[in-house]
C-alpha cells in the first residue's frame, strides 16, 4: 500500500474505533484512510494483530499490514514471516509484510533466532513467481545490512518484471537494495559501536 501515513499520534477513542471499524469495511477509500491513521497510533498494534487472522480480504489485509508496518512493534513479526511464506496469500498482501520486516530488521542481529528466520523466508521467496513479491523481497533484503544479502541481491539484477503499482522493475529494486545494504552495514556497526 502506497501513500504517507498520518502524524504519528494516539486516536482519541472514538476516532480509533471508526478507523479499526473502517480498515476491515468494504469502501477501499475508507480502508486506505483508516490505515493511514491506524498507521500512527501504535496503542492499536494488539488490536490490529487480532483482526488479521480473521480478515481474509486481500485489501483490507494489506491495510492492517501497512498500519502494522509502521509501529515497529516486534511482536508483527512472526507474523509478517508466515504472511510472506504462504504462497496462497495475495501478493499485495505477501509484499506488505516483506515491508513490516524491512521496517523492523535492525531491531535484530544476525545470528539471532528472528533474524535467520527471517532470512530464510525472504531467500525462499525472492523466486516467487509474482514480481511484486519479488520487488518486495528486493527491498527487504536491502533493509537486512547483511552484506551476505548483496550476492543474492546482484542475481536479482536481470529480473525485468515489472511489480504493478511500484516504480520500475525487479531488478531496479534489487539495484537500490543493494546500495541500502551497503548503509544499512554502516548503521549496524555505528549501533553496535555506540552501545554502552
Known sequence: M?????????????????????VVGEDK?????AARLLSGD???????????PNEQRPPNRQAVLYALAWH????????????????????SVRGQAAEVLSYLFLRFEPGEAHFED?????LRTMTDPSPEVRYCVANTLGSTGFLPM????????????????????????AARAIEDCREMAEQRVRRRLNRP
Open 2 to 22: 502506497k501513500g504517507t501515513r498520518t502524524s504519528p499520534r494516539p486516536l482519541d477513542a472514538d476516532a480509533r474505533r471508526a478507523a479499526l471499524e473502517a
Open 29 to 33: 477509500a475508507e480502508i486506505i484512510r
Open 42 to 52: 501504535s496503542s492499536t498494534t494488539e488490536s490490529l494483530l487480532e483482526v488479521l
Open 72 to 91: 515497529g512493534d516486534t511482536r508483527t513479526w512472526p507474523v509478517a514471516m508466515t504472511i510472506l511464506d504462504d504462497a496462497t496469500e495475495h501478493p
Open 118 to 122: 527471517a532470512i530464510r523466508v525472504l
Open 150 to 173: 548483496c550476492k543474492h541481491l546482484e542475481g536479482m539484477l536481470n529480473d525485468h518484471a515489472v511489480a504493478e503499482g511500484w516504480v520500475g522493475t525487479v531488478a531496479d529494486e
